[in-house]
């Protein structure tokens, strides 16, 4: 044993290759062994890669703080199944979970949560302001969205003649995520043809899309390095 491991993790690891067999954990139901609660922390440490959670994500908290209900939403079963054996082994009774495009939901009226996560899609989809419509139908105080941005560009173009010009509000690049998408990477969209906005490009696609107020969140210190470095944003749209 490693006289300094001083953590929980550390004492864990430590023994593991030594005890696999052996019960590390009992609760009312079962007894686990070391293997076994490895097995389960990389399945859910898996799942929740393959959602794009990445270094500082905080996961589960709402669940946590007493939340009434919190639903789901993924277009891919895969991901679903996942995400219900993650739920299954915190033992979260007020999760549950849907099978939906983003693009090609119908909110019904009255169907709305004060708080919706819209967390690393955005990027991934073909028709980005018809998902940001239907997330705000969804919404009823606060949307936080999370996603990759493309580069800011600035200027004015043509717009019906020579004399008549259009001022640039941010831009989306179209982009081709086929080797992705054909390859069943499963970050990638419901379609093979993306669309990525810029900042401004967000930030005025929320404003058309019901949101009454914007605000870019300053990542904080030890943030994930593309948060840090601008080329992805966490936006806060309030209603």
Known sequence: MNPLATTFFELFADNLPHRPDKVFLIDPD????????DDEVNQIAAALVAQAVQPGDRVIVQLRKGMREVRGVDVRQESLEKARLIAEALELK??????????????????????????????????????LRNISRLTQEVCVIETQVADEV?????WGAREWTKKYHGVLAVIDESDEFYTDIREAGATPLVMCPSPRALETMLKHAGFKRTEIIAPPAGAYEQLARGKRVICAAYK
Request: aromatic residues 14%.
């Open 154 to 158: 600035e200027g004015y173009t043509e």
């Open 30 to 37: 079962r007894a686990w062994t070391y293997g076994e609660v």
């Open 94 to 131: 007020n999760l549950t979970f849907d099978q939906q495009n983003c693009e090609q939901m119908q909110p019904q009226p009255g169907e709305t949560y004060e708080l919706c996560l819209f967390l690393g899609v955005l990027y991934h989809l073909e028709n980005p302001m018809l998902a």
